[in-house]
């Protein structure tokens, strides 16, 4: 139960990319095949790293920031440059072709998580973009001649992820510009709102389009599961989901059309990928300490369908009949008219 189709160990397996200014761990199509749409790279930043201004040609990016403090500045659409702060906590949203950068501002290493609407995204890197006209293109373009570009550098590879030693440092953090802490329409306090559900199973706070109207197409969860808390039998009919385990140990059951079930245990730093409409549950499985998921989707107003709503809703003589079970194992089920979302679980770890 270790590892399933669906699970992918993004430590382990990831595709790496390293600089001196930090680590990008990829998960996409090609190295976790069940992917649809959907992927999710880790960022970790060192103290006065930037991961350099690019755009994705095929994605939106939705990003929480794990630890630290980053400065994200974008330039997008008629001229609209924005700059602004994310801290720990913090969930921004980046549309696709924009222009952005993100630079690690503090005295720590920065770690994000990073979603895309793509199962493969496209990157175009600003060093590699300007590297592929001549000097006198660029001169042309901003009334110079040639040879003022004659020591700019054509990389043969973006360079992606870089130390920057002057400028905007973590021992210069008085040059922030001032407007980087104005309320901007791209970042949301997620883990700083109150949780849209909360009791002694665990807790669900979201960023999704009715909190966060940027968030179209995308959407984010940070669920928690108390020792004894599990998400509920559930399925999600038009949207998909992708996990990444930010803390804890949890359990997962998928049922696949084919009537395979895939059960696997996921520890922190492991991504699952749930396609639309495909049942499945979490439950912590460790008593001593919380899971902490984040969840994301690929619609701004994820709905779902779970078992404690929808299994009592149809007569117990039908739940009989369909299961071939007794019909009073459906009678003394307690009947709600709205799905738990988190239970509390009353039985031990059947694992």
């Given at each position: 139960?270790?590892?399933?189709?669906?699970?992918?160990?993004?430590?382990?397996?990831?595709?790496?990319?390293?600089?001196?200014?930090?680590?990008?761990?990829?998960?996409?199509?090609?190295?976790?095949?069940?992917?649809?749409?959907?992927?999710?790279?880790?960022?970790?930043?060192?103290?006065?790293?930037?991961?350099?201004?690019?755009?994705?040609?095929?994605?939106?990016?939705?990003?929480?920031?794990?630890?630290?403090?980053?400065?994200?500045?974008?330039?997008?659409?008629?001229?609209?440059?924005?700059?602004?702060?994310?801290?720990?906590?913090?969930?921004?949203?980046?549309?696709?072709?924009?222009?952005?950068?993100?630079?690690?501002?503090?005295?720590?290493?920065?770690?994000?998580?990073?979603?895309?609407?793509?199962?493969?995204?496209?990157?175009?890197?600003?060093?590699?973009?300007?590297?592929?006209?001549?000097?006198?293109?660029?001169?042309?373009?901003?009334?110079?001649?040639?040879?003022?570009?004659?020591?700019?550098?054509?990389?043969?590879?973006?360079?992606?992820?870089?130390?920057?030693?002057?400028?905007?440092?973590?021992?210069?953090?008085?040059?922030?510009?001032?407007?980087?802490?104005?309320?901007?329409?791209?970042?949301?306090?997620?883990?700083?709102?109150?949780?849209?559900?909360?009791?002694?199973?665990?807790?669900?706070?979201?960023?999704?389009?009715?909190?966060?109207?940027?968030?179209?197409?995308?959407?984010?969860?940070?669920?928690?599961l108390t020792g004894k808390g599990m998400r509920e039998p559930h399925w999600h009919p038009e949207t998909s989901e992708l996990g990444y385990v930010n803390r804890g140990r949890g359990r997962?059951?998928?049922?696949?059309?084919?009537?395979?079930?895939?059960?696997?245990?996921?520890?922190?730093?492991?991504?699952?990928?749930?396609?639309?409409?495909?049942?499945?549950?979490?439950?912590?499985?460790?008593?001593?300490?919380?899971?902490?998921?984040?969840?994301?989707?690929?619609?701004?107003?994820?709905?779902?369908?779970?078992?404690?709503?929808?299994?009592?809703?149809?007569?117990?003589?039908?739940?009989?009949?369909?299961?071939?079970?007794?019909?009073?194992?459906?009678?003394?089920?307690?009947?709600?008219?709205?799905?738990?979302?988190?239970?509390?679980?009353?039985?031990?770890?059947?694992?």
């Amino acid at each position: 139960m270790s590892t399933g189709t669906h699970l992918f160990r993004l430590n382990l397996f990831g595709e790496r990319e390293q600089r001196s200014g930090g680590l990008r761990i990829k998960a996409h199509k090609r190295n976790f095949p069940v992917l649809q749409g959907m992927s999710l790279y880790t960022l970790l930043l060192e103290p006065k790293g930037v991961r350099e201004p690019h755009w994705h040609a095929n994605a939106a990016e939705l990003g929480y920031c794990k630890n630290g403090k980053v400065l994200v500045s974008l330039y997008g659409n008629e001229d609209e440059a924005s700059s602004f702060l994310v801290q720990t906590g913090e969930v921004f949203l980046i549309p696709s072709g924009v222009l952005h950068g993100i630079q690690n501002i503090g005295e720590e290493a920065a770690e994000l998580i990073l979603s895309f609407s793509s199962d493969d995204p496209e990157d175009f890197n600003l060093s590699t973009t300007m590297g592929m006209f001549s000097n006198s293109v660029l001169g042309n373009t901003w009334g110079k001649e040639a040879d003022y570009f004659a020591s700019f550098k054509r990389v043969q590879e973006p360079t992606f992820i870089a130390i920057c030693n002057s400028g905007m440092t973590s021992n210069a953090l008085s040059k922030i510009p001032y407007e980087s802490h104005y309320k901007t329409p791209y970042l949301y306090n997620l883990e700083g709102a109150e949780p849209l559900l909360s009791n002694g199973g665990g807790s669900a706070r979201m960023a999704r389009q009715n909190v966060w109207p940027i968030a179209k197409n995308q959407a984010l969860y940070s669920l928690r599961l108390t020792g004894k808390g599990m998400r509920e039998p559930h399925w999600h009919p038009e949207t998909s989901e992708l996990g990444y385990v930010n803390r804890g140990r949890g359990r997962m059951s998928i049922l696949n059309p084919s009537g395979n079930i895939d059960t696997y245990v996921m520890e922190e730093g492991d991504i699952y990928f749930i396609p639309k409409a495909y049942p499945h549950h979490i439950e912590n499985i460790d008593v001593s300490q919380d899971l902490h998921v984040l969840v994301f989707f690929d619609q701004g107003m994820p709905k779902d369908i779970g078992f404690t709503g929808s299994v009592p809703f149809y007569t117990s003589a039908l739940l009989a009949a369909s299961t071939q079970s007794p019909q009073s194992l459906f009678e003394g089920l307690p009947r709600y008219y709205r799905d738990s979302f988190i239970v509390d679980k009353v039985n031990p770890v059947d694992l």
